[in-house]
């Protein structure tokens, strides 16, 4: 063997036995950080949240008290109601942490502690917090940018829809049906801060109202005296009006008001005076409608 090859030889024995060595290491590290997470998560959550409250790394003793004293009013996306929370015990979290330690640690998980809402704490809820709760979404609602649905419109007798702007402020129903809900079981009430969505010009409630509106302007009315009868055509006398965010219509009713009022003046009796002949007899009809005298 020449002197070269046996160099190179050398030269890759220890290279190879470097490799071995820098394996080991690795290995006994790897070896050493799962044996150690291992012993650690014994005794402490794993990657965890509990009705949204991060426990993660925490003994049950700590993960309970954590639970038991979060005072936020504001966590990120969800309003957290003050005074809400109702106490969790340490067994219902050692049961959480028991059912967390048997499932794997590289992914994060979310639990939920429930325990048993009382008829007296969802009275208190309902009664006391509720409207707290719908005065702190009118306040945070007084800085957002109002969203507007689109609207129907009608002008000259005819129906259009003008699109929506949306806005950044919150849907208070909304948020209000989603507290209800969890005032009967949470331990602790968290809403979402969801934004109001404005509706969208072909949304199915708006072309439903636009539909109403064009239904309404067939309707038809006959108004019947004691000698002639008159036909209303709606699409006729209400040509303006519009359809409120609330579904509400509204009609423009000028040129219907002052028809009444013309007709009214002409057939209307009350408080004019009337000569009548009753039986060979002249009457008058005082302004009182039930009140005959007899000349």
């Given amino acids: 063997m020449s ?15 470097r490799l071995t060595r820098i394996a080991a290491v690795v290995v006994l590290l790897l070896a050493g950080g799962f044996i150690g997470s291992h012993v650690y998560f014994q005794n402490h959550f794993k990657w965890t ?11 049950v003793a700590q993960a309970t008290k954590k639970l038991n004293n979060s005072q936020i009013d504001q966590n990120g996306d969800y309003l957290v109601v003050k005074n809400s929370r109702i106490k969790v015990n340490s067994q219902d979290v ?25 008829n007296q704490q969802y009275h208190y809820r309902m009664t006391t917090l509720l409207p707290k709760f719908k005065n ?6 007084l800085t957002r940018k109002p969203t507007i649905d689109s609207t129907i419109h009608l002008a000259n007798g005819h129906v259009t829809v003008t699109k929506g702007t949306q806005g950044t402020e919150l849907d208070k129903t ?3 049906k989603d507290f209800k809900k969890q005032a009967r079981d949470n331990l602790v009430i968290a809403v979402k801060m969801t934004k ?7 949304s199915a409630a708006i072309q439903k109202r636009k539909q109403n509106v064009q239904k309404m302007l067939k309707s038809s009315v006959t108004l019947t005296t ?6 209303f055509k709606a699409a006729k006398w209400l040509t303006s009006g519009h359809v409120s965010a609330d579904g509400t219509y509204h009609f423009k009713s000028t040129k ?15 408080g004019k005076a009337l000569t009548v002949t009753v039986r060979g007899k002249k009457s008058s009809y005082s302004k009182r409608r039930d009140l005959w005298l007899e000349s």
């Fill in 94 to 118: 050692k049961q959480l942490f028991k059912h967390r330690s048997s499932m794997t640690m590289l992914s994060a998980k979310k639990l939920n502690a429930k325990t048993e809402v009382s």
């Fill in 196 to 202: 109001d969505v404005a509706a969208s010009p072909n």
């Fill in 174 to 176: 909304k948020m209000i």
């Fill in 3 to 17: 002197r070269k090859e046996k160099y190179n030889r050398q030269k890759k024995t220890k290279r190879n036995r």
């Fill in 136 to 141: 702190r979404v009118d306040q945070l609602n």
């Fill in 49 to 59: 949240k509990i009705n949204n409250v991060n426990v993660s790394g925490l003994t």
């Fill in 226 to 231: 004691y000698n002639k009868s008159y036909h």
């Fill in 256 to 270: 219907l008001n002052q028809w009444v009022d013309k007709f009214a003046n002409k057939v209307d009796t009350l």
